[in-house]
């Protein structure tokens, strides 16, 4: 490889069982060699490939740590460089430490996903196993990690290939036809080729579509929860943590500030966010936290619009009613415990109402069924299509496809000559290479990895 040999600390900073320093390239062996005594008395190259060795790490003459080291030899690594992990005491200092002397003796420290990013460049991994990697350690839900894993095992690089050659079974007649008109190919596209076609467009819609769902799962749903002061928007975000995240008292104006907590519903992530209740105030503080309620009902996905049921409607939750969207907001009748005084007819936007007691506790269970029933309305939901993209530019390059083969229909309806399908053909194929990698620019490549740990 081209590679120099690179070293990072892969577990995270702090006081732990185990510390992990992990070493890459062509020269991992020979640093090693110079700093590793393994109880066996074997030298390095006499260690079997997939094993772990006990022993220990010397700088010179001064023993740094009692050890554990895995030797992976290329070309079956992770990185398709020879690999050693050399698993240490966990702790700031000694890992450190440890990682120094590997350095000292020939390795660079590795940059920002410097590991994935060879995995991709050595061709171990496509660019949308490398993404889903990524995904897999900020994943927020079981159902978020599942469908990144899903990915990493190459499900969409397997589909992506699918539509590659469906698309170079129609290149190859329209070159035979342009190349050899003596052999009296007729122009127009066989039937079977017009399918591969329409193959190609069925499939980049279904993904496109799954989209919205992937994001959201991936992503999760910013759900603000609004209301004037003292209708139990607090109690709202306690019932559905199940803990005292937030303070509740009687007083109005208690959260000054928006609490923003993640919830697991139901395999999405719910980044619910208590906001200051919405009013006039003359308090500096209070009116900051105001301000921020506001935009935040603003940037949303979904708005829980909480109401006092036991009080009548006042002047600010008109005016909370007629600031938010229709499409995104859930009505919350709180406090069903206390005897009912408001009217709701007057909040024409909110066409249902789900009624709770915060500090009760009842309905919470039926409500978190109602919000995922209208979160996965709203949403592709088709338990049919197993594969789902979860990424911008994933569909962004999709889109792409799908319109240069739609040209490709046009040309055959409108009986333009074929040579003009074929920049189409090209488009299309670029696209598709533009998901995997196979075409991608230096910055692209930076921008994904940069968001890695430097370990990994």
Known sequence: MLFDTIAAISTPRGEGGIGIVRISGSDAF??????????????????????????????????????????????????????VEINCHGGFVITEKLLETVLKYGARHAEIGEFTRRAFLNGRIDLTQAEAVIDIIHGKTEKSVSLSLNQLRGDLKE????????????????????????????????????????????????????YDKGKMIKEGIKTAIVGKPNVGKSSLLNSVLREERAIVTHIPGTTRDVIEEIVNLKGIPLILVDTAGIRKTDDIVENIGVEKSKKMIENADLILFVIDGSRELEEEDIKIHESINSEKVIGILNKIDMQRKVDLSKLIKIKNWIEISAMKNIGIDEMEDKIYRHIIDGNVDDSSQK?????????????????????????????????????????????????????????????????FCVGK
């Open 30 to 83: 020979t640093i090693l060699e110079k700093i590793f005594k393994p109880k066996s008395g074997k030298k390095i190259e006499e260690l079997r490939n997939f094993s772990i060795n006990y022993g220990h790490i010397y700088d010179g003459e001064q023993l740094i740590d009692e050890v554990m080291v895995s030797i992976m030899k290329a070309p079956h690594t992770y990185t398709k460089e020879n690999i």
């Open 387 to 451: 594969l789902t993209i979860t990424n911008v530019r994933h569909k962004s390059a999709l889109e792409k496809t799908k319109q240069y083969v739609e040209n490709i229909f046009d040309t055959i309806h409108l009986g333009l000559p074929m040579d003009l399908m074929a920049v189409d053909i090209k488009g299309a194929l670029d696209s598709l290479s533009e998901v995997t990698g196979e075409i991608s620019s230096e910055d692209l490549l930076d921008h994904i990895f940069s968001n």
């Open 159 to 210: 589909q992506i290939e699918h539509l590659k050659k469906l698309i170079l079974d129609v290149a190859a007649h329209i070159n035979v036809v342009l190349d050899y008109p003596e052999e009296g190919i007729d122009d127009p596209l066989p039937e079977n080729l017009v399918e591969n076609l329409q193959e190609v467009i069925d499939t980049t819609d279904k993904l496109i579509r799954s």
